[in-house]
Each structure stands twice: as structure tokens, then as C-alpha cells.
């Protein structure tokens, strides 16, 4: 699924409309046609707010539409009457033959207590205000309509996006609908990737207006969501005469001193997950109580970087969860840079001292992963967390490209790119949010890498993988923790691949 910012939303349009000879009235009843196909069923009586743009064109066509399915609709026509677009005016025009009640609201005095007491006893609004085209806060009556519909609508039903929101950012414009469904057209919007967005868009539906694939791939902004299908079809298939040499020498690095349960998760996820041989070096003063745990993978210990010699026998090496930014977790985090030509996985405290040692991040270009949250990133990037979180996509994306690796932003849709190329993955959910699930992430993400995927897919796979586990025990589950994704590897990526 193609994700595209405003300017590629209107390019798809413009070419469908203008190149392939679609009218834009025929787009808008396709829309209308979609929408009506998820809505129908979830109630009777309905308020429709109209803009006087395009996108309230739609909301009339879904309103006449609800008419004739016998619903009790109401329209709300939001804005001056006299400006109003040519198509929207088209179905105005058939909103008024059809005797549909309708009222237009062009002042803030024109709100009355009966539009309140509208909302307020519909069974759901449908909001068809603002599209994607605004790009200034909004004030006015489009302001006190929208709070109206926050303050008093049961069910709401935005159209394409939700109005007041900015589609690029995901921000809220002043003041935005609080959608509890977004009916999207075509392709998703590059600001519902925000971490902001799902109090906005709530459940978001794709409705299908008939803008041809070619076009759409001709406008490709190459940021995507990928299918269950795509997914499946990158898990490593077990050969019949495979033995455990064929399924990774990995090296997790983890742990240090004082910390060892990282180093336990990185591990155990690496062996649940298929990898052949599985080695944690770790701090001697936490091996002792390791050993006793970690019954497939070997162990070794260091007192100092100077007991660490050989590091070229391993296909994957995954370093930094639990690993300090002391001295000596810094010259072992070189060694493991200028000694080795693997492939990389790094997290947690690797990044951290990376930040502050930029000379190492030369030795990383064209075989490394990195997995920051928003924190870590924005020490990599030497900005804000805030900064990070309002431009996920184009952080991750420079400065993957800048270095030449694969960065895996995680978060709300984590973000992962080789600089070239984006991909959101939208599994995984709040469940998730406790200690351990980042470093259960890194050994998942070594393994499948060390199972002969190359560095993107085997990010791709293992994002997804991680985060399809936590959807699916969270049915039935308040919390979920690093240990129930690990207990769960092996037996879902097996149901992943007969499914």
C-alpha cells in the first residue's frame, strides 16, 4: 500500500482526471460509493457537515446516498455558499431536489441550539469539512463546528482525513476532528504515520475510487505498508537436510556489570527465533547467572575488552542492549566495528555511544541495523525528541541514507528504511509498552538475518513478526511482556507460513 503526502494525493488525482479522462464527479461518486458500503449498517439517523470543497462534494453524495437507503439524514453545509466548488455544488444541486434538509451555516452566530441538538441525537456524524488540502489553522466557524462534533457526536465518521488535520504531519491545525473512523481514499496519508494521528483517525478504511495502479506506482513516494503476503513469503523455508550451520552464527554482545536480563531476552529471542548457534559474550560478573538460564546458547566472558579476541568467525553480530556507555563497553563496541566485516545489529547503549562518538559510525555503512527508539534517535540526529516524533519519516530516511545503513525507528508505525526506501509497520500496540521489548526485538531481527535474509528484510520481517505476536496475544491479554513473545516465536512463525 502506497503512502503519499498531499502533493502525491493531488498528483494521483490531477493525472487520473486529467491523463486517463476519469471525471472528477465519477471519482467523487466512487467515493461516496465506498464510504456508503462501510457506514450504511451503523445507524439510522445521521448528520452530515459538509465544507464547500471538493471533499464536502463527497459528504453530499454520501448523504444523498443514506437518503435514498430510507436513513434520516440531515446536512450541514459549512461555509460561504457563493464559493463554492463546482462539484460540490453539482450534488448541493441534487441534495436540494431530493428535499433533503439541509442547512447552511456561514457565521458562527448561524449555530444554533439546533445543530447541537442534531449532532447530539444522531446516531453518527459524518464529517466532510476540510480534505487534504488545508494547510492553515483553522478559525472561525469551522472552528466551533468541529468542537461541536468533538463535544456532542456519539460516532464519528471522517471522510478521507479528518478535518483540521494536517495530512503531511499528522498535527492538528488549530483545532481537528477526532475521528472515531477515518474513510481514506486510495492510499493512506503520509500524517496518519504520526505519532499524534491515532487520536484523530481512530480505525482507518481504504475506500478504493478506481485511480489506476500504474498511477499510482508513477507517483510513488517509495513509502509503503506491506501485506501479510509480502511478509510470509519472506520467512526462511527449514531445508530438509538443513543442519545447524545453516542457520546463523550469531554473537549477541549484552550486558554488562549490573545488567543482565537484556542480555537473557537478546539471546533467548535469537534461539527462539531459528538461528543455528548462538554465542552471548557478556560481563563476567553476570555470566554466572546466565548460564543457569540460557540452556541452547553458549556464553562467554570478559572481565575487560582486552579478554575479547576473536569476533570474525560470526555471521550476525547484535550489540548494546544492557551494555553500558562505560569505557570499556566503548572499546569493545570499536573492536566490534573496525575488527569484523559482518553484519551488524545495534541497539540500546551502542547507539548511545555512538552519539557521542560519531568517528565510529564510518565502519557501519552497508552492513548495519540500527533499532532507536525516538530518544536515541534524536541523540543520533542531535535534536529533540519532539523534532524526531513530528518528522519520523524524513529522519530516519536521511539519515539512513546519509551512512548508509538501515534504520528501524520504532514507536507508533515503526518506521524502517535503507534511505531509499520506507516501510511502516503497523503491527504491535501499547501492550507492548514495558522493559524488555526492544532488546527481544534485536535478537529476533539477528536471527532472521543470520537465516540468510538480507539486512532489510530481515528488519522488515522481524518488526512485523514481533509486533504480530503482541497484536495477537493482546486479544486476550492486558499486558504483554518480552517472555510471551519469546515463548510465542517458533510456534507463530510456523502458523505464519502454513496460513
Do not use: W
Not at 527508539?373 to 539512513?400: N, Q
Amino acid at each position: 500500500m502506497e503512502i503519499l503526502s498531499r502533493q502525491g494525493c493531488r498528483n494521483i488525482d490531477n493525472e487520473t482526471i486529467n491523463k486517463v479522462g476519469i471525471p472528477s464527479i465519477v471519482l467523487m461518486e466512487n467515493a461516496a460509493n465506498g464510504i456508503i458500503d462501510i457506514i450504511k449498517d451503523m445507524g439510522n439517523k445521521i448528520v452530515v457537515f459538509c465544507g464547500i470543497g471538493n471533499n464536502g462534494g463527497d459528504g453530499l453524495a454520501i448523504a444523498r446516498k443514506l437518503h435514498l437507503l430510507n436513513k434520516d439524514v440531515d446536512v450541514i453545509l459549512v461555509g460561504d455558499i457563493k464559493k463554492i466548488s463546482n462539484d460540490c455544488n453539482l450534488n448541493l444541486k441534487i441534495i436540494k431536489n431530493l428535499n433533503i434538509p439541509i442547512i447552511n451555516v456561514e457565521r458562527e452566530e448561524d449555530i444554533k441550539n439546533i445543530i447541537i441538538e442534531k449532532v447530539a441525537g444522531a446516531d453518527y456524524i459524518v464529517d466532510s469539512i476540510f480534505g487534504i488540502g488545508l494547510n492553515r489553522d483553522v478559525s472561525g466557524i469551522y472552528k466551533h463546528a468541529i468542537e461541536i462534533i468533538n463535544k456532542y457526536s456519539k460516532f464519528t465518521i471522517a471522510v478521507d482525513i479528518p478535518s483540521g488535520m494536517d495530512s503531511d504531519t499528522g498535527e492538528a491545525l488549530g483545532d481537528a476532528i477526532k475521528a472515531d473512523i477515518t474513510c481514506t481514499v486510495e492510499v493512506m496519508k503520509r500524517g496518519f504515520m504520526s505519532t499524534n494521528a491515532i487520536e484523530l483517525t481512530g480505525d482507518i478504511k481504504i475506500v478504493n475510487i478506481d485511480i489506476p495502479g500504474y498511477i499510482k506506482k508513477q507517483n510513488s513516494e517509495r513509502t509503503y505498508i506491506l501485506s501479510k503476503d509480502k511478509y510470509k513469503k519472506m520467512i526462511p523455508i527449514r531445508k530438509k537436510a538443513g543442519h545447524k550451520g545453516n542457520y546463523g552464527k550469531i554473537l549477541i554482545v549484552a550486558g554488562s556489570e549490573k545488567y543482565c536480563g537484556a542480555a537473557f531476552i537478546t539471546t533467548e529471542a535469537c534461539v527462539r527465533t531459528g538461528s543455528g548457534l548462538v554465542t552471548l559474550l557478556t560481563h563476567k560478573d553476570v555470566s554466572s547467572a546466565l548460564k543457569g538460564r540460557l540452556t541452547e546458547a553458549m556464553i562467554r566472558e570478559y572481565s575487560s575488552y582486552e579478554d575479547i579476541d576473536t569476533l570474525g568467525e560470526f555471521d550476525v553480530i547484535a550489540c548494546g542492549p544492557g551494555f553500558s556507555k562505560a569505557e570499556n563497553s566503548k572499546i569493545i563496541l570499536k573492536k566490534i566495528i573496525e575488527e569484523t566485516d559482518c553484519k551488524l545489529v545495534l541497539d540500546a547503549d551502542a547507539l548511545n555511544i555512538i552519539s557521542k562518538n560519531n568517528d565510529l559510525i564510518k565502519g557501519l555503512k552497508g552492513r548495519t541495523i540500527i533499532t532507536p527508539h525516538p530518544g536515541e534517535m534524536a541523540r543520533l540526529v542531535d535534536k529533540t525528541i519532539s523534532e524526531v516524533e513530528k518528522d519520523r519519516i524524513e529522519i530516519a530516511k536521511k539519515f539512513a541514507k546519509e551512512h548508509n545503513i538501515t534504520v528501524l525507528l520504532k514507536g507508533y508505525h515503526t518506521v524502517i528504511t535503507d534511505g531509499i526506501d520506507v516501510f511502516i509497520n503497523t503491527t504491535g500496540n501499547s501492550k507492548m509498552a514495558s522493559g524488555g521489548m526492544g532488546d527481544c526485538l534485536t535478537g529476533i531481527i539477528a536471527s532472521f538475518i543470520g537465516q540468510n535474509l538480507n539486512i532489510i528484510e530481515g528488519t522488515l520481517l522481524g518488526a512485523y513478526v514481533h509486533g504480530y505476536i503482541g497484536d495477537e496475544l493482546s486479544r486476550n491479554m492486558y499486558s504483554v511482556n518480552a517472555r510471551d513473545i519469546i515463548e510465542e516465536l517458533p510456534k507463530t512463525i510456523e502458523k505464519l507460513c502454513e496460513n
